[in-house]
């Protein structure tokens, strides 16, 4: 896609006269709303002067920061869950926790038609067609390609969206640039093996699956490490980005200044550990023969014993005895770090900021952390962690302290809006959503280093990541199928008894946000509907076809409005 050089837009998707109108709207009810001061951003409402936040219902939490917004009807189904909102909510989170149960073939028709080559090859034919044949560019890191389109679809056309939200978070937990040389090649394998494979279920299984991957193995350059040669990049990010995190690093001070319990278990770690664990890990690599010409094998793991540093270790605290079976150091660094009670608090942490609010209180955290602990050997740990952090509640009363990053944006217009959009590769509309998207700095597995995209507001509520992505917003509302229909179409939506200016932004107000909107921004999107007709005269829609296209821009400023980007 994007990587690939070939796709650009074929025009200005901002400056056609729906995107012009809908920024005129925007600018004016801003400017009114800021006093003249310029644009108002999430961060600027966050200040004194912000009006008291109305905590929306239960369903619009649930739709919105476990799955990627609403899309038309998603609100009464959840409301049909049970009598009262505990009832519901517990429902929709235990019926989203098994996936597998929920009925996702329209969805998984979309894929089929989609033409995807790539999605369903496993991590030998992946390598075989994709690195060994020395394909062109385009060609070689198609399964990043197909698997970049095959995730934007999923989150916007997906029933099983709480799903979708945990594997977006793994893979930003266990973040790789998957756009590399041997990278983007396997990254169907990565995607579906490892990262969907265990998005719900064990902490630990998911631990070793990323160790052992192809992608892992490369983009740290664990595949290298061996006794004559450590090399440290793999167990450093091990410990401090996917396990204890840089909040239990002790830092360069020894071993016997760091706290421990009554096990002589430490409650963090130091560069000795670092270096520990690289040990553990050496001989962990990929199948290859020669060793450095990785395109003589299949991209397999495998265990190089003659590589492997034989001494005892320590870790932690805990002694490694010397010459343990064939991977038992590393199997035995795993099992540390996954039941520590600091990978516990990080973890839980992360699960909480995604789930609830950029800083969640520590009670909430901990009480995640426990479950855990407990949970360690169960099957499906991670989805009982999520199910504590989903029913507590502070996430029922936690609201407009998130914002919403550039692909929860896109992907929340697009299923508030019923859009059909194909995410084809190679097509033009899907050419210049990539280009679009590309453009507001969070491009599916495209951060260089290890450690993620930013989960704080703060980090998304930029000039440019924010202006690029109204940008692309626009575009969504003015881009037009082959028939010349527009693929998010307000007026084929729109009830036929719904044409006054107060009817129209108060159905799509309830469509978009789920909720109501303040009286004067509310006013704002019916002025410009009405342009100084009376708001309660209807208006002839159905003949008139400047008055549908002023019906896309409404729409389109309510999309572009502060309330739309709270999560």
């Not at 490369?218 to 450590?230: E, M, Q």
């Not at 989960?455 to 000039?463: I, K, L, P, R, T």
Request: negative net charge.
């Amino acid at each position: 896609m994007a990587r690939s050089g070939r796709r650009r837009a074929t025009a200005d998707p901002g400056n056609s006269p729906i995107s012009r109108s809908i920024r005129r709207a925007f600018d004016d009810a801003a400017m009114r709303r800021s006093g003249g001061a310029g644009l108002e951003t999430p961060a600027s409402r966050q200040g004194p002067s912000r009006a008291p936040v109305v905590v929306p219902p239960v369903s619009v939490i649930a739709l919105s920061r476990a799955a990627y917004g609403p899309r038309p009807g998603d609100v009464a189904a959840f409301d049909a869950l049970g009598a009262d909102d505990d009832q519901r909510l517990q429902a929709w989170v235990d019926q989203q926790l098994a996936p597998g149960s929920i009925d996702d073939s329209a969805a998984e028709a979309r894929i089929a038609a989609s033409g995807y080559t790539t999605l369903g090859k496993s991590l030998a034919q992946l390598w075989a067609d994709h690195v060994v044949a020395d394909p062109e560019w385009s060609e070689r890191i198609r399964p990043a390609t197909e698997t970049t389109l095959a995730t934007f679809l999923r989150a916007a056309y997906s029933k099983r969206q709480l799903f979708e939200v945990m594997v977006d978070f793994w893979h930003n937990h266990f973040s790789i640039y998957g756009w590399e040389f041997y990278e983007a090649p396997t990254w169907v394998y990565y995607d579906r093996d490892v990262i969907r494979a265990n998005a719900l279920g064990n902490f630990r299984t998911m631990l070793e699956a990323v160790a052992k991957s192809t992608p892992m193995l490369v983009y740290l350059d664990n595949w290298l490490n061996s006794a004559d040669g450590p090399n440290e990049n793999y167990a450093r990010e091990l410990m401090e980005l996917h396990t204890l995190g840089d909040e239990n690093y002790y830092g360069a001070v020894p071993r016997n200044q760091v706290p421990t319990d009554a096990q002589g278990l430490q409650a963090g770690f130091v560069d000795e550990d670092v270096f520990a664990v690289t040990r553990c890990l050496t001989g962990w690599s990929i199948n290859a023969d020669p060793w450095w010409d990785l395109e003589s094998g299949n991209a397999a793991f495998l265990y190089r014993s003659d590589w492997h540093e034989n001494g005892a270790k320590n870790v932690l605290g805990v002694q490694l005895p010397a010459n343990q079976p064939a991977e038992k150091d590393g199997q035995d660094v795993l099992d540390i770090l996954a039941t520590h009670p600091g990978t516990a608090s990080f973890v839980a942490r992360k699960i909480c900021r995604r789930l609830i609010g950029d800083f969640p209180s520590a009670s909430i955290v901990a009480t995640a952390a426990q479950v855990f602990l407990d949970q360690s050997t169960a099957p499906d740990q991670i989805a009982q962690v999520v199910r504590t952090v989903l029913l507590s509640s502070e996430f029922r009363t936690t609201w407009a302290v998130k914002v919403k990053r550039p692909f929860d944006t896109a992907v929340s217009v697009l299923r508030a809006g019923d859009a059909d959009f194909p995410f084809i590769d190679d097509d033009p509309d899907t050419n210049t959503f990539d280009w679009l998207f590309y453009n507001t700095g969070h491009y599916p597995f495209g951060w260089h280093p290890p450690n993620g995209y930013p989960d704080f507001s703060e980090a998304w509520v930029s000039s440019g990541a924010r202006v690029l992505s109204w940008k692309l917003t626009n575009w969504l509302i003015d881009v037009e199928d082959p028939s010349g229909n527009y693929r998010l179409d307000a007026f084929a939506q729109t009830p036929v008894e719904v044409r006054s200016a107060n009817a129209l932004a108060d159905f799509w107000i309830d469509r978009v946000l789920a909720r109501a909107m303040s009286s004067a921004d509310r006013q704002q999107v019916v002025d410009l509907m009405a342009q100084g007709v009376n708001a309660d005269f209807d208006l002839p829609l159905d003949t008139d076809s400047e008055l549908r296209d002023r019906l896309q821009t409404m729409v389109g400023l309510i999309f572009l409005s502060p309330d739309f980007l709270w999560r």
